[in-house]
């Protein structure tokens, strides 16, 4: 359900003479420092009397008091620290994903906040809120004479709704040292004094309205609702600018005994007598007609509770696979110096600083990109296959999806990780260092070798093996060298160019033209690209990357993310973007936030990234804007897309991955199809298809409507070839 943060008030409730003449008052007008001194000391001099203190500590009182300027007070009571709710949302902006906090508080304005419910929390708390300057002195005297009557045991407050308030700040001011905030509720005359003194610089400060609305922003409601918008959706379902006067009495009398009268969780019969109770103090403040009050009355409670979730493991039944995205965004916020210099001060931020998050999860397309890993591997699968989709120029995420939910259910014995996990199996981090994606990474190579001035027609007779420089004492070596192969010798071997060496995955056509670049050249270049080496043993040899031949056939982890990110920037010509899971960040105060804006970089000339493309093209059966394409192992990808393609299929020595990766000028995304738990589980070769056909499906649902965009042809320079060289 959309929620609003600011609603249309209706007034409810018949409104007497003295009613209205108690609003239109509203903000009392200073009473001037003498005043104020006159005052206080009265009032200082009863509690005094009550509490047997010398009489220093009041003259001390007294002159605090004349010199007791709003400009003085805490900070906090000037501008009070409160922790709100943050809310994300799908990329429309409507849809809620899941909340962040640490009290569920989103703080509204005076305007958002039917009347009835103002008058409501005044009744409850200080019918005569509209008549005093902050301290009651009527009431200050009643206590004392009760409290004596007792035997000097408290037996009645005599606190204002803004005393209230300024206790309510003081003990949860995060600036302040805990026993500071203890000191804030502790019952003794001097916290009672220094409260007065505060609440009487408040009122002189900001007025009536603004504390009214302050402290309907801060009070604690039950049921873990703080402050008057959560607790609307928390027991009724509805923007408090929406409610009645029955809800409304019913909310502003939780506030005294929050935990032990809530109907939800605590006595449900206490909440009614309370209810009625403020119907009664509603009807004498001649705020509403005794008539109302007793229809009211006789309501029933009429609650429609509901649960705000909580963080990335909240998702509604329908939607776990959103947590992967969720757990995403929360790692880039814990990424982003915005929100603070620390992790821990980040997290706090998210929990507590109020942002309104539009994130740029497209609902539609993560409904496809989940359908389609479904397809392949369903939830009881060990094997799964996480897929991620990308807009070029922006970075921004449209989808993280995966056969598993995301939840912190058990799961069946022997079913470590499925069907629930929280390992991130699409983006990567903590426990995921991610999966070899095969002959994927063939497009760094082609990058690094373009950009060193090697054309696409550059022209190697590839064959069958290839002896290389690079050490290797492993398997299948020759004489202590590393010695790739190509898989389908008839069908690779012979005179390549960059066209058909990419397009029919020719593994010794890259190695060599790895070896003429240097491989650190080619590592470089895929991180400039975002491919993150999240593996120990991967960033070891990137430190060594001028040996680190194999890196061309895709040996190091990479995740769908990052590759989907990578050839991104292969479709925006070279423009680098960071991935980017927010569309809009807004602050509490509607303004919007830098860190939601695109970071994007050139990391290659257009020209490099387009030559790529032109190449890229092959593999998927599109035409290169030369004619050049000769063979490519997945043609089926541009009939079955309609539209200008490219792409790359990758698969994993001995097939233990396999992996696809397509994009538009508009859009990217990759999957890879693995084991997370057993990489020697191997899926096999014929899974391919599978996971080809689904990239394909997900990238026509994203593109749907969208116009037909083509490629950008590369200048001449890096088109033809210095002619066939033999090794």
Not at 716 to 723: E, S
Request: net charge neutral.
């Amino acid at each position: 359900m959309p929620r609003s943060r600011r609603g249309d008030p209706s007034r409810l409730g018949a409104q007497s003479r003295r009613g209205a003449e108690v609003r239109r008052r509203g903000d009392l007008p200073g009473k001037g420092r003498l005043w104020t001194l006159a005052l206080t000391g009265l009032i200082a001099g009863v509690f005094m009397a009550a509490a047997a203190l010398p009489s220093s500590l009041l003259v001390g009182f007294g002159i605090k008091a004349a010199a007791g300027e709003f400009e003085d007070l805490p900070a906090a009571l000037r501008t009070p620290p409160i922790a709100q709710r943050s809310d994300l949302y799908a990329n429309d902006g409507i849809t809620l994903i899941t909340s962040f906090y640490d009290e569920n508080r989103v703080a509204v304005p005076m305007d958002a906040v039917a009347p009835v419910m103002r008058d409501a929390m005044v009744a409850a708390e200080d019918i005569r809120f509209y008549e005093h300057p902050g301290v009651d002195l009527r009431s200050v005297l009643r206590a004392f004479v009760a409290n004596q009557r007792a035997g000097g045991e408290v037996r009645q407050g005599a606190s204002t709704l803004t005393m209230q308030y300024v206790r309510n700040v003081l003990k949860s001011d995060p600036n302040l040292t805990e026993a500071e905030r203890a000191a804030a509720t502790v019952t003794s005359p001097g916290r009672k004094l220094r409260e007065m003194r505060y609440a009487i610089a408040v009122e002189r400060g900001i007025g009536k309205t603004e504390i009214l609305n302050r402290y309907l922003n801060i009070a604690y409601f039950g049921a873990g609702a703080y402050g008057i918008s959560a607790a609307s959706e928390r027991y009724f379902d509805k923007a408090p600018a929406h409610l009645n006067l029955a809800e409304a009495a019913l909310l502003a009398g939780l506030v005294q005994s929050p935990d032990t009268d809530s109907p939800i969780d605590g006595d449900a019969d206490a909440a009614v007598a309370r209810r009625n109770y403020v119907l009664d103090q509603m009807v004498r403040m001649g705020v509403t007609s005794a008539a109302d009050a007793a229809r009211a009355t006789a309501a029933p409670l009429a609650l429609r509770p509901t649960t705000e979730p909580n963080g990335c493991t909240s998702m509604p039944a329908g939607r776990t696979d959103w947590g992967f995205f969720c757990d995403y965004l929360v790692q880039w916020w814990e990424r982003q110096p915005a929100f603070g210099a620390t992790i821990s001060e980040r997290q706090e931020r998210l929990r507590r600083g109020g942002y309104h998050i539009v994130s740029s999860l497209d609902p539609t397309v993560q409904a496809s990109a989940l359908g389609q890993a479904l397809g392949v591997y369903g939830y009881d699968n060990p094997r799964a296959m996480p897929t991620a989709v990308v807009q070029p120029g922006t970075g921004r995420v449209l989808a993280l999806a995966v056969n598993r939910h995301y939840r912190l259910d058990a799961n069946p014995a022997g079913q470590e990780n499925y069907p629930n996990t929280v390992n991130q199996l699409v983006a990567g981090g903590g426990a995921i260092d991610g999966y070899q994606a095969g002959s994927t990474f063939k497009m760094f190579t082609m990058l690094a070798a373009l950009e060193a001035g090697l054309p696409l027609g550059t022209t190697i007779n590839a064959p069958t093996k290839l002896v290389t420089q690079w050490r290797h004492t492993g398997p299948g070596n020759c004489g202590g060298f590393w010695c790739p192969v190509n898989a389908n010798p008839k069908w690779m071997n012979g005179p390549r160019t960059m066209w058909n060496g990419f397009g029919r995955s020719v593994n010794t056509y890259f190695v060599e033209l790895e070896r003429r670049i240097g491989a650190d050249k080619v590592v470089a270049m895929a991180q400039r690209f975002g491919i993150v080496l999240r593996s120990e043993a991967d960033a070891a040899l990137a430190e060594d990357a001028a040996g680190w031949g194999a890196f061309t056939l895709g040996v190091a982890a990479t995740t769908p993310l990052d590759l989907a990110n990578a050839y991104a920037t292969v479709a925006a010509e070279g423009r680098y973007c960071a991935p980017l899971p927010v569309a809009e960040l807004m602050d509490p105060a509607g303004q919007p936030v830098a860190a939601a804006q695109p970071s994007c970089s050139q990391v290659v000339r257009p020209d490099v990234a387009r030559a790529a493309t032109d190449a890229a093209r092959c593999p998927v059966g599109d035409r290169s804007a030369f004619n050049k394409c000769d063979g490519g192992t997945a043609t089926s990808v541009a009939g079955l897309l309609g539209r200008p393609v490219a792409g790359k299929t990758g698969s994993a020595e001995q097939y233990a991955t396999e992996t696809f990766v397509a994009y538009t000028p508009q859009l990217a995304a990759a999957a890879i199809a693995a084991n997370p738990d057993d990489p020697g589980d191997k899926v096999g070769a014929a899974v391919q298809a599978n996971v080809v056909a689904a990239v394909v499906r997900v990238m026509a649902t994203a593109l749907a409507g969208a116009p037909k965009r083509e490629f950008t042809p590369p200048g001449q320079d890096l088109v033809v070839g210095p002619g066939r060289t033999n090794f």
